[in-house]
C-alpha cells in the first residue's frame, strides 16, 4: 500500500478493503518506526488524524467520496490547521495552535483528506537545508548524513520514506522544488496565485506560493485539483475556471518543444548532475520531442535580485511577531520596547534575524529606489526573458539544484554559498512562472537528482503530462531509499 | 560593500531586534558579504523598465464595505501570552 499511487489507493478505499482508519493507523506506525532518525514531522496528533478517517469511512461508506477522501496526507507546518500546533519551524510559534484553518487546508478537509502531522520546515521557510528549523534538521532518507534539502524538506524527506501518501510544501525561492529534487520526487510549484495563500505563514508575499509534493506527477495532478482554485481572503489569488490538471496526462510528447538555456548548463553545475539531466533530455528526444537553446540572459541576477526582495517582504511580514497577541514573549522585560526587543532576538533564529535586518536595511530611508526598485526592475527583465523563450519552446529544462543532497553542517556559517543552492529556481519564483521537479537518476554516492520542467504561465496540466509521459517510460520515480 | 557598526546597530534597532556586541560583529561581516551580492545589481541598466510585483499585473481587488468575520475575541485571545479582561496586556506605555 505504501507504494501504491493516489489513484489505486482510492480504489482500495472505495472498494473496502482497506479502511481509512486502517490505512492511517499503518502510516501512523510506520512514522513511529522510521521517524525518530529522519525528524521530518513537528507535530503527530492521532487523535485528529483518526477521528478525520473515521468520518473519511462514513463518507466513503455513504457513496460520497472524492478523489482524495481517506487518503493519509501531511501538511507543511506553514499552513494553519485549526486545532494543530503550527510552528512554521520557529521558537516563535512554538505554542501556537491554530485557532483557524488556511484556504488549503480546508480544501482538503473538504475533499475528506487525512491530515497525518505537520511536516518539518527551515524557520519560516528561509532555508535550502532543513537546519534552520527550531526543532531539528531534518535528515534525508537516502543518506542520513545528508540534508534533504529546504524549506520544504520534511515533506520531501516524508514523502521519500513513504511516511505519507502525499503532501504540501511551499516554495518562494525553490522551496519545493530542491527538497523534492534532493530527495528524489516529484514536486510542483505552480503558476502565481493558483492557490490561496489564506493561512499559509508569510515570508514574501509576491512570491510564496504553495505546491503539492509527491511520488509521481498522477499524484501532483490530483493533489493540485483539491489545492487550487480562486479564494477572496487572498488579495493575489486568480480568478480563472476550474482545470482538471490531469486531463493531458496521457498525450504524446510527439513535436514538445523543449528550451534548454545555456546559462543553465554552463559553469557551476555539478557533473553528475549534468549527466542525468542530459541522459533525461535524450529520454524525451526518444518520446518525440526536440530541443532548441536558449537564453535567460538576466538569470544570473536573480540570486541579488531574490536578496533585496524576498527579505524586504519578509521582514514586513514578520513585524507582526512581537510577542503580544500569539506566540512567543520573553520571560523577562522592562518597557514595551525592550520587551518586542527581547522577544524577537529570543524568538527568531540565526537566519531569520538575518534576513530581516536586510529587508529592514534595503526598505530603510534613502535605499528604498536604489535596492527595492531596482530589484523590481530587473525582475521585469527576467520576466521577459522567459517570456521570449517560450515564444521558441513549449517548456524549459535543466537541473534544479546544481548538486546532490550536501551533508549536513557542510555549508556552515556562510550564507552566501547556501544562497547560491537556489541559482535554477528563484528565477521562475521571480517570473510567478509554474516550475516543477522529477527525479531523472542518481549523482555522486547514489544522492538523486532532479530535472526541473518550467511552463508558460497556466500551463500545470502541460507540464504534468510532459512529466508523467517520462514516469511511464522510465522508473527513477518509484525508486525507494534503502531500508525504507 | 561593508556595514559599519553604527549601521548594524540602526537596522537592529529599526527591526527590534536585541543584539551584544559579539551579535552586531557577525551581522556585520554576514551581511557584509551578502550586500557584496546584492551589488551585482547596481550594474544593471533599468531605465525605462517598469517595477513589476504581480506576474499578471493585477490591480487589487475592491469588495463592498461589509461585515464578513464574525467576532471570535474570546477564541483568538485563548493563545495569548498575557489578557486581562478581554483586552492584550503589555507593559505599560503611557504614565
Known amino acids: ?29 510506520r512514522i513511529a518506526r522510521l521517524n525518530p532518525a529522519l525528524n521530518a514531522f513537528i507535530t503527530l496528533n492521532p487523535e485528529l488524524s483518526l477521528a478525520q478517517a473515521k ?34 519551524g520557529s521558537k516563535m510559534l512554538h505554542n501556537f495552535v491554530s485557532p483557524y484553518d488556511a484556504h488549503v487546508i480546508t480544501q482538503f478537509n473538504n475533499a475528506g483528506a487525512i491530515i497525518l502531522g505537520k511536516t518539518n520546515m527551515d524557520e519560516f521557510a528561509m532555508g535550502s537545508s532543513n537546519e534552520t528549523s527550531f526543532y531539528g534538521p531534518v535528515k534525508n532518507p537516502w543518506d542520513t548524513q545528508r540534508v534533504p534539502g529546504g524549506s520544504s524538506g520534511g515533506t520531501a524527506a516524508a514523502v521519500a520514506a513513504r511516511l505519507c501518501a502525499a503532501a504540501t510544501g511551499t516554495d518562494t525561492g525553490g522551496s519545493i522544488r530542491q527538497p523534492a529534487a534532493l530527495c528524489g520526487i516529484s514536486g510542483l510549484k505552480p503558476t502565481y496565485g493558483v492557490c490561496s495563500r489564506y493561512g499559509m505563514i508569510a515570508f514574501a508575499s509576491s512570491l510564496d506560493q504553495a505546491g503539492p509534493m509527491g511520488r509521481s506527477a498522477e499524484d501532483l495532478a490530483l493533489m493540485l485539483n ?73 538569470s544570473k541576477l536573480s540570486v541579488p535580485v531574490y536578496y533585496v526582495l524576498a527579505p524586504a517582504e519578509a521582514s514586513s511580514n514578520l513585524s507582526r511577531f512581537d510577542g503580544v497577541r500569539y506566540g512567543y514573549r520573553a520571560p523577562e522585560y522592562g518597557d514595551l520596547t525592550d520587551m518586542y526587543e527581547k522577544t524577537r532576538a529570543q524568538g527568531f533564529g540565526a537566519e531569520v534575524k538575518r534576513r530581516i535586518m536586510i529587508g529592514t536595511y534595503v526598505l530603510s530611508h534613502g535605499y528604498y529606489d536604489a535596492y527595492y526598485i531596482k530589484a523590481q526592475r530587473i525582475r521585469r527583465l527576467i520576466a521577459q526573458d522567459f517570456a521570449e523563450a517560450f515564444k521558441q519552446c513549449d517548456v524549459i529544462m535543466g537541473p534544479t539544484s546544481p548538486t546532490t543532497a550536501f551533508k549536513l553542517g557542510e555549508k556552515g556559517d556562510d550564507p552566501v554559498q547556501m544562497y547560491l543552492s537556489d541559482i535554477y529556481t528563484i528565477a521562475v519564483n521571480l517570473a510567478g512562472l509554474p516550475g516543477m521537479s522529477i527525479p531523472c537518476g542518481f549523482g555522486e554516492n547514489n544522492m538523486p537528482v532532479g530535472l526541473q520542467i518550467i511552463g508558460n504561465y497556466f500551463d500545470e496540466a502541460r507540464m504534468l503530462n510532459v512529466a508523467h509521459q517520462y514516469q511511464l517510460a522510465t522508473d527513477w520515480h518509484s525508486r525507494a531509499p534503502m531500508g525504507i | 560593500m561593508s556595514l559599519s557598526t553604527l549601521d548594524v546597530e540602526k537596522i537592529a534597532r529599526l527591526a527590534r531586534l536585541a543584539m551584544d556586541e559579539n551579535e552586531v560583529e557577525a551581522a556585520r561581516l554576514q551581511l557584509s558579504g551578502i550586500f557584496g551580492l546584492i551589488a551585482e545589481m547596481q550594474a544593471v541598466d533599468t531605465d525605462g523598465v517598469e517595477p513589476m510585483s504581480h506576474s499578471q499585473d493585477l490591480a487589487q481587488r475592491l469588495r463592498e464595505d461589509v461585515i464578513t468575520d464574525s467576532n471570535q475575541r474570546e477564541l483568538f485571545q485563548t493563545i495569548a501570552p498575557q489578557v486581562e479582561a478581554g483586552l492584550y496586556l503589555v507593559p505599560q506605555v503611557i504614565e
Open chain 1, 1 to 29: 500500500m505504501f507504494e501504491s499511487s493516489l489513484r489505486q489507493i482510492g480504489a482500495a478505499l472505495a472498494a473496502r478493503k482497506i479502511s481509512s482508519v486502517e490505512l492511517t493507523q499503518l502510516y501512523l506506525d
Open chain 1, 55 to 88: 468520518a473519511a469511512d462514513a463518507r466513503i461508506a455513504a457513496g460520497k467520496a472524492d478523489a482524495l477522501t481517506g487518503i493519509p496526507l501531511a501538511q507543511k507546518d506553514i499552513f494553519c490547521a485549526k486545532g494543530w500546533l503550527t510552528t512554521c
Open chain 1, 226 to 298: 483539491t489545492m487550487a482554485g480562486f479564494d477572496e481572503r487572498d488579495s493575489t489569488s486568480l480568478q480563472r475556471d476550474t482545470e482538471d490538471y490531469a486531463r493531458d496526462l496521457n498525450k504524446p510528447l510527439n513535436g514538445l518543444r523543449i528550451g534548454l538555456p545555456k546559462e543553465f548548463f554552463a559553469a557551476g553545475m555539478g557533473s553528475d548532475v549534468a549527466k542525468a539531466v542530459e541522459a533525461a533530455i535524450a529520454e524525451y528526444k526518444k518520446l518525440g520531442a526536440t530541443v532548441v537553446e536558449i537564453s535567460l540572459p538576466n
